[in-house]
């Protein structure tokens, strides 16, 4: 990379999520979260993490054999991602109101 930004207002910017794409790269340094446990992995259940918003993926032996492979990393991805789209509809929710 020979122009890489070094800084960024997500907010300014329209940006709601963040994708770290760095397979066996594996660096944490930069999650300023409580996502990790003392030794410094990732503390989640199933890819998901103890912190809101935070979710991990393709981590050896995160539910499987197949979880760190490109040939089966699915079946953690379709969990991460029901789960992400059952706390969007959560927070959509709006009850009705008694007077309407
Ligand atoms: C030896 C080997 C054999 C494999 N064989 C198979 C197989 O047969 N079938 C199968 O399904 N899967 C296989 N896999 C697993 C497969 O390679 C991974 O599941 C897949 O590559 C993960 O994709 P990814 O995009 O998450 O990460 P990667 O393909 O690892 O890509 C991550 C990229 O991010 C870059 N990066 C990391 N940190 C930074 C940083 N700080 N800044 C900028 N860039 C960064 C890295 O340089 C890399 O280019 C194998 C893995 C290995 C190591």
Known sequence: MTN???????????IGTVIWATGFGVDYGWLKVEALDD????????????????????LPWQTR?????IWG??????????????????MAYKPARKDA
Do not use: C, N
């Open 39 to 58: 030794a410094g992995r990732p503390r989640h259940q199933r890819g998901v993490s103890s912190e809101p918003g935070v979710y991990f993926l393709g």
């Open 4 to 14: 890489p930004l070094l800084e960024l207002d997500l907010k300014k910017a329209g």
């Open 65 to 69: 054999r197949g979880s760190s492979f």
């Open 73 to 90: 990393v699915w079946h953690d991805a379709k969990y991460v991602a029901d789960h992400i789209a059952k706390q969007r509809g959560y």
